[in-house]
């Protein structure tokens, strides 16, 4: 008996193991055609798993909303605390949006437009500065030269026409999102976050029935620490960069650097991507205020701008991140390396909270381990 339970389960092995040959086979022979369906799907899903990752971020602040609303002692918004936290955070959102478009973004927008329609000028003073340069400078090599030739014969003006840029941005977000999807992915977030309780509760009703007790419980935790590192992250770096901004432009105005509110914007931004994003954002602007300003006033804005972000990065960031990650430098530095390197930009900006995940899990797994050989108690 025992010899024939065990044939049908080689048997069975077996007959899976084709079958998924077959199959992977038959996707690769006709790859058109499956690319074709799956483009479909996701094109038919992706408004709703928009909504779903927009009722996510929004979930943290909603349920903060909820719970002071039910704190209320007046029994009709105790009673309607979930509709009206879901309210308030969109109507948070679209004063926000409307503050960025009818006051930070014309005023970064118009140093765009000057500073695009000036670079003609800066190309052609660069191009001046290079040929004036002696005979024997490290910067005459020929390799530099060749260079250079090659952006004497680039017609760059044809790539500085500020309406064609417009037309290229709204025909791209135009190729990927359309209004409808929009519309419904705020529609399906909406819903989600309404009727958040019942969904959470039904998944963690079914994770339950699917897993054993332990494992159900360690998944539950690690979702919830995972809840709670990303939005931490999420949140301390943006507000975080909204102040670095602020601070910058109001100090490059001061020095009178140009597209001083462009520098302190696009230096904010950069500076949610941990380490790296300061760097690279710091060194752009030192080379557009070089070439506008000077090497003086170059300089003075690369002492400035450091000592504004050593201030931020000592007083400012850890008092708003404080130690909630709890990973070193060298880990996030790796993180924000590896993720750039893969995954691009958004990869640089997701990889610390990724990161710390996996340091919950590998530091959870070390602790099982010592457990199992008896190195430490359990608590």
């Known amino acids: 008996m025992k010899e024939i339970k065990n044939s049908w389960k080689r048997w069975t092995y077996w007959f899976l193991l084709g079958l998924a040959l077959i199959s992977i086979y038959k996707i690769l022979d006709n790859y058109q055609s499956v690319m074709g369906v799956l483009n479909t799907f996701f094109g038919v899903i992706s408004p709703f798993l928009i909504g779903i990752f927009i009722a996510y971020l929004l979930y943290m602040p909603s349920r903060k909303f909820e719970e002071w609303y039910r704190k209320t002692k007046i029994k009709f918004i105790a009673n309607k605390a979930r509709i009206l936290s879901v309210i308030t955070v969109y109507i948070i959102i679209i004063l926000a949006i ?9 005023i970064v927008w118009e140093s765009i437009t000057e500073f695009v329609s000036s670079i003609p000028h800066y190309y052609e003073d660069i191009i001046n500065t290079y040929n004036n340069l002696p005979e024997d400078s490290i910067l005459k090599s020929q390799i530099v030269q060749e260079e250079i030739q090659n952006l004497q014969n680039l017609d760059i003006k044809q790539y500085l026409d500020v309406g064609q840029i417009i037309g290229y941005l709204v025909n791209a977000v135009s190729a990927i999102f359309s209004i409808v999807d929009i519309f419904i992915a705020i529609i399906v977030s909406i819903y989600i976050l309404v009727d958040r309780k019942k969904i959470l509760g039904f998944a963690k009703r079914l994770a339950g029935a699917i897993f054993k007790e332990r494992v159900y419980r360690n998944l539950d935790r690690y979702f919830n620490n995972s809840n709670e590192i990303f939005f931490k992250f999420i949140a301390s770096q943006f507000l975080d960069g909204i102040v670095v901004g602020i601070l910058v432009s ?11 509110p462009l520098l302190g914007f ?34 003075w804005m690369l002492i400035v701008v450091i ?3 050593q201030i931020d990065a000592n007083i400012i960031n850890p008092r708003i991140v404080g130690k909630s990650l709890k990973i070193s430098p060298l880990l996030v530095l790796f993180a924000v390396t590896f993720g750039g390197a893969y995954f691009g930009i958004l990869g640089m900006f997701l990889a610390v909270p990724v990161i710390a995940v996996i340091k919950i899990l590998i530091d959870d797994y070390i602790r099982y381990k010592e457990l199992k050989k008896g190195k430490v108690e359990e608590t």
């Open 250 to 260: 109001i100090a490059m105005t001061i020095m009178g650097v140009q597209y001083a």
């Open 266 to 299: 696009f230096i904010g931004i950069f500076n949610m991507i941990p380490y790296v994003g300061a760097i690279v954002a710091t060194a752009i602007s030192a080379i557009v205020t070089l070439i506008t300003g000077g090497l003086s006033q170059a300089i």
């Open 98 to 106: 409307a503050i960025l478009f009818s006051v930070i973004m014309p």
């Open 307 to 309: 000592i504004l972000q």
